[in-house]
C-alpha cells in the first residue's frame, strides 16, 4: 500500500505557481520523499526527490517539513503543459528496497 | 525521452495467445523494472533485475507471466494464454546504483496490452 496520502484532484491558472501537497505522516528515517508525473498515455516522469532538505531543479522545487511528515511540490510558473497525474512517492533507499509504490496521486489540470 | 525505450508501443491480440515485450533500458543502468497500470490506477510493481538477475517478484506475476534478462541490457515480459484482465500498459523503468547515486528511476513510454 501507498504510504502517501495525495488530493485527487487540484486546479491552477496557467502562469501561476501550482502547489501540490502530499502527507507520508508514517515515513522512517531511511525513506526518500520522490515526485513523479504522468502525462495521458505517456510513462511516469521523474521530477524531483529529497530527504530532508529542500531541493530545487529545473522542474520545479521540493519543500519537506522539518518534522518530514508532509511535503509540498512546487511548480513556479504552470503552464498548460504541467497537466497531468503527479505522484508523490515514499522510498528507502537500502538494500531490498527498490520498487516505486504509486497511490492514486493527484490530477493537476492547467487551466488557461 | 528518457532513453529507455519499449517495443511494440501497442499491443492488440486475442484471448489465449502468447505476448512478448522488449525493454531496452539506459544503457549504463544495471537496474531493470517492470510495472503494469490499468486504467484510472497508478503504476503496480511486477518483476526487478540487477544485471541479469531477477532479485524481485510481486504475487501479481502470476505463471503465465515470466521476464527474462539474459545478458543484463534488454529485458523480455512474456504473458503466455492472455486473458482480458491482463489489458494494461506495462511500463519499463530503469535505474543505475553506484557510489552516491541515488538510483533513480527512469521510465519508458509503455506497451499498451488489449486482449479481446
Known amino acids: 500500500d501507498a504510504k502517501t496520502t495525495q488530493p485527487p484532484s487540484m486546479d491552477c491558472a496557467e502562469g501561476r505557481a501550482a502547489n501540490l501537497p502530499c502527507n507520508h505522516s508514517?515515513?522512517?528515517?531511511?525513506?526518500?520523499v520522490y515526485w513523479y508525473r504522468q502525462i495521458h498515455s505517456q510513462g511516469p516522469q521523474y521530477i524531483i526527490h529529497?530527504?530532508?532538505n529542500n531541493e530545487t531543479n529545473e522542474m520545479a522545487s521540493l519543500i519537506i517539513t522539518e518534522d518530514r511528515k508532509s511535503s509540498t511540490l512546487i511548480l513556479p510558473h504552470a503552464t498548460l503543459r504541467d497537466t497531468a497525474v503527479y505522484y508523490c512517492?515514499?522510498?528507502?533507499?537500502?538494500?531490498?528496497?527498490?520498487?516505486?509504490?504509486f497511490g492514486q496521486g493527484t490530477r493537476l489540470t492547467i487551466n488557461p | 525521452d528518457t532513453g529507455v525505450s519499449q517495443d511494440p508501443r501497442h499491443k492488440i491480440t486475442k484471448r489465449g495467445q502468447n505476448v512478448t515485450f522488449r525493454c531496452d533500458p539506459i544503457?549504463?543502468?544495471?537496474?531493470l523494472y517492470w510495472y503494469r497500470q490499468t486504467l484510472g490506477q497508478g503504476p503496480e510493481f511486477l518483476t526487478y533485475?540487477?544485471?541479469?538477475?531477477?532479485?524481485?517478484k510481486s504475487r501479481l506475476l502470476s505463471d503465465r507471466f515470466s521476464a527474462e534478462r539474459p545478458k543484463g541490457s534488454f529485458s523480455t515480459l512474456e504473458i503466455q494464454r492472455t486473458e482480458q484482465g491482463d489489458s494494461a500498459m506495462y511500463l519499463c523503468?530503469?535505474?543505475?546504483?553506484?557510489?552516491?547515486?541515488?538510483?533513480?528511476?527512469?521510465f519508458g513510454p509503455g506497451t499498451r496490452l488489449t486482449v479481446l
Open positions: 523503468a530503469s535505474s543505475s546504483r553506484t557510489g552516491s547515486n541515488t538510483d533513480t528511476q527512469y
Open positions: 508514517t515515513i522512517s528515517g531511511n525513506e526518500y
Open positions: 529529497g530527504l530532508k
Open positions: 512517492i515514499v522510498r528507502s533507499h537500502i538494500q531490498g528496497a527498490q520498487k516505486l509504490v
Open positions: 544503457s549504463e543502468h544495471n537496474r
Open positions: 533485475f540487477q544485471n541479469e538477475a531477477q532479485l524481485e
